[in-house]
């Protein structure tokens, strides 16, 4: 091999060395994002063993028994269980009702207390019932089940109202709560703790219009609830175990074909590196006889 050609080979012998290096660089900054990512797993997961979340007490024929608190079970119940019933408000003091009732209410509904009912049964609470096709048969159910007086307190908690004694009580308002977020206990809880949603039960207290009774909801929170407890968490700590151990494999994977990289960079590298030490030594050796040739 020729002076000239041995330096054009030494060119880009240390070309392609420095572009090895420069992927090697970006492996190493790969694998410390990789032990970012596991430390924030890592610290998702400590976080996780306080986990907790709200319960209520219900009362069933077996006894006292408890249920997540969610939307759907504060607001409806079934036959033969007791419980209180609660209103979810947001910041604004809107009531929240369910999609399949606030898509239903048309300009007029909320003129009358039966046709508000009606949707509240065929569209939310019964809406897989085919058994149940009338207005009565709908109102009947709701009463054997506990709904109708919560429900219709709630309608007039939206509209307002002026009780038999001239008291003015000034409409709520409502918001439309989407069904994925019903029976999302954390959705729920995390509202709760960053004071975006509300809770108000209804009270065995009552206001009477025109001589019929309406349950009166007043405002509660966790700490003062007896009927509601935040209680630590099994299942969510199980869950980001599980969370946090199939994040780390696949973390462990990524490394693992990440070294491989770097194994077979560093191979490359070194290869390249004997050849440009040999090269080096032949241009060495050129020059040499050249100047030795030069000054003979």
Same mark, same amino acid.
């Given at each position: 091999? =020729?002076?000239?050609?041995?330096?054009?080979?030494?060119?880009?012998?240390?070309?392609?060395?420095?572009?090895?290096?420069?992927?090697?660089?970006?492996?190493?900054?790969?694998?410390?994002?990789?032990?970012?990512?596991?430390?924030?797993?890592?610290?998702?997961?400590?976080?996780?063993?306080?986990?907790?979340?709200?319960?209520?007490?219900?009362?069933?024929?077996?006894?006292?028994?408890?249920?997540?608190?969610?939307?759907?079970?504060?607001?409806?119940?079934?036959?033969?269980?007791?419980?209180?019933?609660?209103?979810?408000?947001?910041?604004?003091?809107?009531?929240?009702?369910?999609?399949?009732?606030?898509?239903?209410?048309?300009?007029?509904?909320?003129?009358?207390?039966?046709?508000?009912?009606?949707?509240?049964?065929?569209?939310?609470?019964?809406?897989?019932?085919?058994?149940?096709?009338?207005?009565?048969?709908?109102?009947?159910?709701?009463?054997?089940? =506990?709904?109708?007086?919560?429900?219709?307190?709630?309608?007039?908690?939206?509209?307002?109202?002026?009780?038999?004694?001239?008291?003015?009580?000034?409409?709520?308002?409502?918001?439309?709560?989407?069904?994925?977020?019903?029976?999302?206990?954390?959705?729920?809880?995390?509202?709760?703790?960053?004071?975006?949603?509300?809770?108000?039960?209804?009270?065995?207290?009552?206001?009477?219009?025109?001589?019929?009774?309406?349950?009166?909801?007043?405002?509660?929170?966790?700490?003062?609830?007896?009927?509601?407890?935040?209680?630590?968490?099994?299942?969510?700590?199980?869950?980001?175990?599980?969370?946090?151990?199939?994040?780390?494999?696949?973390?462990?994977?990524?490394?693992?074909?990440?070294?491989?990289?770097?194994?077979?960079?560093?191979?490359?590298?070194?290869?390249?590196?004997?050849?440009?030490?040999?090269?080096?030594?032949?241009?060495?050796?050129?020059?040499?006889?050249?100047?030795?040739?030069?000054?003979?």
């Amino acid at each position: 091999m =020729g002076m000239s050609a041995s330096q054009v080979r030494l060119l880009s012998l240390t070309s392609r060395m420095h572009d090895l290096e420069f992927q090697a660089q970006g492996v190493q900054y790969s694998k410390l994002d990789l032990a970012d990512d596991e430390n924030e797993a890592y610290e998702k997961y400590l976080d996780a063993m306080d986990a907790s979340k709200l319960q209520m007490t219900v009362v069933t024929a077996n006894g006292n028994e408890f249920k997540d608190v969610t939307y759907t079970n504060l607001v409806s119940r079934s036959a033969g269980v007791l419980q209180s019933m609660y209103a979810v408000t947001n910041a604004e003091g809107n009531i929240l009702l369910p999609e399949q009732i606030t898509s239903k209410i048309g300009v007029n509904t909320l003129d009358s207390l039966d046709s508000f009912l009606e949707i509240v049964g065929k569209n939310y609470l019964y809406s897989g019932r085919a058994d149940l096709t009338t207005k009565d048969e709908i109102f009947a159910e709701m009463k054997n089940d =506990g709904n109708y007086d919560y429900w219709k307190s709630i309608y007039y908690q939206i509209i307002g109202y002026q009780n038999d004694n001239g008291e003015f009580v000034n409409s709520r308002g409502y918001d439309t709560i989407y069904a994925d977020k019903t029976t999302d206990r954390d959705w729920l809880m995390d509202g709760i703790n960053n004071a975006e949603l509300f809770l108000c039960k209804m009270t065995t207290k009552s206001d009477t219009l025109n001589g019929s009774s309406i349950n009166i909801f007043a405002k509660t929170g966790v700490a003062e609830d007896p009927d509601i407890t935040e209680t630590y968490s099994e299942e969510l700590v199980n869950e980001a175990r599980t969370e946090y151990e199939h994040r780390v494999k696949e973390l462990d994977i990524k490394d693992s074909k990440l070294d491989l990289t770097l194994s077979q960079i560093d191979t490359q590298h070194s290869a390249l590196k004997t050849e440009y030490d040999s090269v080096k030594q032949i241009v060495s050796k050129s020059i040499e006889r050249s100047y030795k040739t030069f000054n003979a």
